[in-house]
Nanobody
Framework: QVQLVESGGGLVQAGGSLRLSCADSGRTFRSFTMGWFRQAPGKEREFIAAISWSGGSTDYAHSVKGRFTISRDNAKNTVYLQMNSLKPEDTAVYYC?????????????????WGQGTQVTVSS
């Protein structure tokens, strides 16, 4: 069973950094593609970043490329999202997701498991 729990959200000033973590209590974490998505009020959930089961392949949304970095530690069943140079438009609830896809994927429907989300607020 996959159970994802995000942490690390909070309030930060523009230009600052945060690192989100997502831990999975299940035994199949290391075989899953992991993704991060975000959803701002009144907007659809959007793809941010994804990483393959081995960590060897990643993909990013254009809006965060060069500022955010996704990584994973399979020994700890944890995926991370390092967010630098944060902007007010990065304000959203951030969700991690897991999918048994075999390759990096970027759409919501390809991920079967979701965390509860963590709020990130960037002040100007």
């Amino acid at each position: 069973q996959v159970q994802l729990v995000e942490s690390g959200g909070g309030l930060v000033q523009a230009g600052g950094s945060l690192r989100l973590s997502c831990a999975d209590s299940g035994r199949t974490f290391r075989s899953f593609t992991m993704g991060w998505f975000r959803q701002a009020p009144g907007k659809e959930r959007e793809f941010i970043a994804a990483i393959s089961w081995s960590g060897g392949s990643t993909d990013y949304a254009h809006s965060v490329k060069g500022r955010f970095t996704i990584s994973r530690d399979n020994a700890k069943n944890t995926v991370y999202l390092q967010m630098n140079s944060l902007k007010p438009e990065d304000t959203a609830v951030y969700y991690c997701a897991a999918g048994d896809t075999g390759v990096v994927v970027t759409t919501v429907y390809e991920y079967a498991y979701w965390g509860q989300g963590t709020q990130v607020t960037v002040s100007s």
